[in-house]
């Protein structure tokens, strides 16, 4: 009986997510805030957006990433990705770090960044 419980949660819970094969990391391929899916970034990409907030926060002490609404979408990012040529070198439970080689901000959960 417990087989059987074990086979549908692995059936149920496995197309939800995308596992890595070369880190062994889950990636989400939607916010799971919203039902409606939503683009998915590589980890080099760099988006150039006059402001953004933070939505949300996926907590996975191996792979956290958070949701960023932007003017015109929102993305799914991850420790590595950059904004307007800020690193994001931090995500936490509460706030999310980004850099410079001059500039450290902290944006919090639900806190608006606009870029001057």
Do not use: H
């Amino acid at each position: 009986m417990n087989q059987i419980i074990y086979l549908i949660l692995i059936v149920i819970i496995l197309p939800c997510s995308n596992i890595n094969a070369k880190n062994g990391k889950v990636i989400f391929p939607r916010d799971p805030f919203n039902p409606n899916p939503i683009d998915t970034i590589e980890t080099k990409q760099n988006f150039s957006e006059t402001s953004f907030k933070v939505t949300g926060i996926i907590w996975d002490k191996d792979n956290p990433s958070a949701v960023i609404q932007f003017p015109r979408f929102k993305k799914i990012v991850y420790v590595g990705n950059s904004i307007n040529n800020y690193k994001i070198n931090t995500i936490t439970k509460k706030y999310i770090e980004l850099t410079t080689s001059s500039n450290k901000i902290m944006v919090k959960l639900g806190e608006e960044k606009i870029f001057e």
